[in-house]
């Protein structure tokens, strides 16, 4: 199945303490680019079809793979002056291009590439800057054995805040964490039929507009994933993520032990 990538926002939130304009997916986790995680997971299950949803910063995606240098990742011999790899991460892997303007919303950037599509009747969507070691056949499965028109990975909201009941009086009547409550969180990880094209408007939104609508008509699935998912929606996570892959600690790398 094709993956699109929507990788053209402007992360204002990421950008603190980087240089130029460096795209959110473009930050580093270890010795490689978040959106290079995120490919190399659906890589893993056999997805090497992408549609990167370009926008601000497309120059850094664009200069990365046409720059792409296999033995920062993977181990190789050098004889006589020649590098021969021992393994190789996109050998296999169709990437496809597409500006899809600086500031359309993300509903407007699929709507862009849907003619790269080719049709198909399925395809997989992420905001590139997730990760995660959601079982992705399985959610593939449970939304092909359906007639929906979409599915989303929803998880445990990672907030750290507490959700507190106050009587009218003013009384504190209970205080829970909000990752404890029965809520759900948007996980960034789509299972998509061409329907959801019938459901986003001009310059609209994917989840806003398209989940939405489908959502209202019965047509929306959600696979709960309450294992490994992390955000990088600011410096701090990115940080906290790339320590944590320095450390050793990579759940989201299940290509490194075969799972």
């Known amino acids: 199945m094709k993956v699109v990538l929507f990788c053209g926002g402007y992360g204002t ?26 490919m190399r997971y659906y890589a893993h299950f056999g997805h090497t079809e992408f549609v990167l949803c370009l926008g601000y910063g497309a120059q850094h995606i664009k200069d990365f793979f046409l720059d792409y240098r296999e033995t920062t990742s993977n181990d190789f011999v050098l004889r006589s002056g020649r590098v021969e790899l021992l393994s190789t991460d996109i050998s296999d892997w ?112 994917l989840v806003a507009d398209g989940c939405a609508e489908l959502a209202k008509r019965g047509r929306l699935m959600a696979y709960r994933h309450r294992g490994y998912w992390k955000p990088t929606d600011t410096v701090k996570e990115r940080i906290a993520l790339d320590e944590a892959y320095s450390r050793g600690e990579r759940p989201w790398a299940l290509w490194e032990r075969g799972a």
């Open 13 to 38: 939130r990421m950008r603190s303490g980087t240089p130029g304009d460096v795209p959110k997916p473009m930050q580093l986790v270890g010795p490689r680019p978040l959106i290079w995680h995120v």
């Open 94 to 205: 169709s990437i496809t291009f597409v500006q899809t303007g600086i500031d359309s919303p993300i509903g407007e950037r699929l709507r862009r590439v849907r003619d790269y599509l080719d049709g198909d009747e399925m395809f997989l969507a992420n905001y590139a800057d997730v990760l995660t070691d959601a079982p992705l056949p399985e959610i593939i499965d449970r939304f092909a054995a359906s007639d929906a028109g979409a599915s989303m990975l929803v998880v445990p909201p990672p907030a750290t805040f507490h959700a507190i009941e106050v009587s009218d009086s003013g009384e504190v009547e209970g205080i829970t964490p909000i990752s404890e409550m029965p809520l759900w969180a948007n996980g960034g990880y789509f299972v998509l039929r061409q329907e959801v094209f019938d459901h986003i408007p001009e310059n609209g939104d």
